[in-house]
């Protein structure tokens, strides 16, 4: 079985790497979102100076797209964590959240418009 | 097949969400990093005043889990999507951030002791 | 003698606003940073959809640029909340900081190349 | 005449700095919100870990909050440096949004009621 894709799985693994350390006293969850701030902060900083039409070919390189990946993963991993400490199961209430956005956005209404525009 | 636990299934059915809405156009990697921040931002809020002692308490609440759980998954839907979009296989580079995180601290030299503190 | 200019005036009357309504309580350098979060999300939120290169023009536009003004204030509002409760004079210390950055970046070397290019 | 808290001031300087660079190029909208995004995620991370009741005793040690300083007046930085792309007078803005905040939360009925808790 191939856990490496299943957020239950991955979820467990980085709630076992916290107990390991004994670090679960840190991860209240006010912390846990700066860190996860703080780790979206390097992701945008990845990406600040790439001119939008570029970004996609600039991280086609295989050492950025890397770079680009852990920094990703970092933001997954405390966006996991998060939800594992308020006792969210995140992979339904994403499902769940998904369909409701069908709902909201019917295709025949939205094609092509950008929602929210200013 | 449950696929409501696979980031690889939950990443199709985001790319699915934008094509039926021709929304991939919107979706180059600085949007969607201002987007992630959006969600990241209503994250916060609802966790902004809530004394850090007592949040695990305050979202055991049903709704208010629930709430959370939408707020969590709407960043995660954005993240997925970015990650998507920059070709970047994101259950698989977790693992590895894990694996390279085991190594970094390991557990004899960082136990109960959080890194980084100013 | 018009205080509208003055980062200290400014962060004396935020301070006022939070003793009016006894809110010190609340702002704690933690939460504060999260509401700083939260409005910096607004502020993204605004801008996400609009092309990088019609920014400025779609801004220029009277009510959307009010409506810009509003979501910058709001995040400058906590930021200047935080500095004061953390004891920073935060006019200084910018004006410390860009005179680092003049020296850490001279203008021969940089000039016309974005630091930081991944 | 002392410049350093004058808003309008310090503005000017930014940009001087960002002309004699030849980095108006890269200051657009959407790529300086990235940009302050990555300074907010360094001030989240310098106070992720530190327990919510000690941070302001914490940071009263000068090292620690002139590094505070430092993270603080980045994040300022890049905001005047968006509102003056935008054309947004943000001394101005704050005053009148503070006024308004005055307005919406009348002392009466918000005295020690945090608004928005979940």
């Given at each position: 079985m191939d856990n490496s894709d299943s957020i239950a799985a991955l979820?467990?693994d980085?709630?076992?790497?916290?107990?390991?350390?004994?670090?679960?006293?840190?991860?209240?969850?006010?912390?846990?979102?700066?860190?996860?701030?703080?780790?979206?902060?390097?992701?945008?900083?990845?990406?600040?100076?790439?001119?939008?039409?570029?970004?996609?070919?600039?991280?086609?390189?295989?050492?950025?797209?890397?770079?680009?990946?852990?920094?990703?993963s970092?933001?997954?991993?405390?966006?996991?964590?998060?939800?594992?400490?308020?006792?969210?199961?995140?992979?339904?209430?994403?499902?769940?959240?998904?369909?409701?956005?069908?709902?909201?956005?019917?295709?025949?209404?939205?094609?092509?418009?950008?929602?929210?525009?200013?």
């Amino acid at each position: 079985m191939d856990n490496s894709d299943s957020i239950a799985a991955l979820t467990a693994d980085i709630r076992e790497f916290a107990r390991e350390r004994d670090w679960e006293q840190f991860h209240d969850p006010k912390s846990l979102i700066l860190a996860l701030v703080g780790e979206v902060g390097e992701l945008a900083e990845l990406l600040q100076w790439v001119p939008a039409a570029e970004a996609v070919e600039v991280f086609s390189e295989p050492a950025r797209r890397a770079r680009a990946g852990e920094e990703i993963s970092d933001v997954l991993i405390y966006l996991l964590r998060l939800a594992d400490v308020l006792g969210v199961d995140v992979g339904t209430a994403a499902v769940a959240k998904l369909g409701d956005s069908r709902m909201r956005f019917p295709t025949d209404e939205v094609e092509g418009i950008a929602p929210e525009r200013p």
